[in-house]
C-alpha cells in the first residue's frame, strides 16, 4: 500500500465508500473496514453493503473532493495484498462482484459532485456464501484501516 499516494487520496474533503458482501466471506471486507474507520468534520465513512448506488445521494450530499472506494477485487495477488486499482481497469474484468455497478457509480460520483475517484483493492481468498473473512483478508483490513485513521488523525 503506497502511504504517499493514500496521503494524497485522503486530503481534502473525502469519502471513504465501503462495498461487499458480509454473507459472501472476504466479498465482506468493506463493510469490516467500515466498522474501523474513524469519522470527522472533513472524512465521511459509508458502508455501502453490495448496493453503493443506493448510496449516491448521501456521499454528493457531503460534497466530497475525492471519493475512496474500498471493495475486495481480484487481480491476481496474494490473499490480503492491497492495491490501488485505476477505475478504467475495472469494468469487465472481473475485479469484483460489483465490477459494473463500481465503474457506473465512480462516473455518477465525479460527474455529480466533480470528486476524484479512487479505488483501493484487496484480493480476496475466499467467496464462498457463509463463510466469514479468512485470517489474511481480515489482517489487511485492519492494516487499511489503521493506516487511513493514521493518515486522516482519527486513531482507532
Not at 466530497?64 to 472506494?69: G, L
Not at 481497469?89 to 462482484?97: A, D, P, V
Amino acid at each position: 500500500m503506497d502511504k504517499s499516494l493514500l496521503t494524497d487520496m485522503l486530503s481534502g474533503r473525502v469519502v471513504i465508500a465501503c462495498v461487499g458482501n458480509e454473507m459472501c466471506g472476504d466479498d465482506g471486507i468493506g463493510p469490516f473496514i467500515a466498522g474501523l474507520l474513524a469519522a470527522s468534520e472533513r472524512v465521511k465513512v459509508v458502508d455501502c453493503g453490495e448496493t453503493p448506488e443506493n448510496f449516491l445521494g448521501v456521499i454528493a450530499g457531503f460534497s466530497p473532493e475525492k471519493v475512496v472506494i474500498i471493495d475486495a477485487a481480484h487481480f491476481g495477488g496474494e490473499p490480503g495484498e492491497i492495491r490501488m486499482i485505476d477505475k478504467d481497469s475495472i469494468e469487465g474484468g472481473g475485479f469484483s462482484t460489483h465490477d459494473a455497478i463500481l465503474t457506473l457509480f465512480a462516473n455518477f460520483i465525479e460527474e455529480e459532485s466533480g470528486a476524484k475517484t479512487y479505488f483501493l483493492a484487496i484480493q480476496p481468498k475466499r467467496s464462498e456464501v457463509g463463510e466469514g473473512l479468512s485470517p489474511e483478508i481480515e489482517k489487511a483490513g485492519r492494516r487499511v484501516a489503521d493506516t487511513i485513521n493514521g493518515l486522516t488523525g482519527d486513531p482507532a
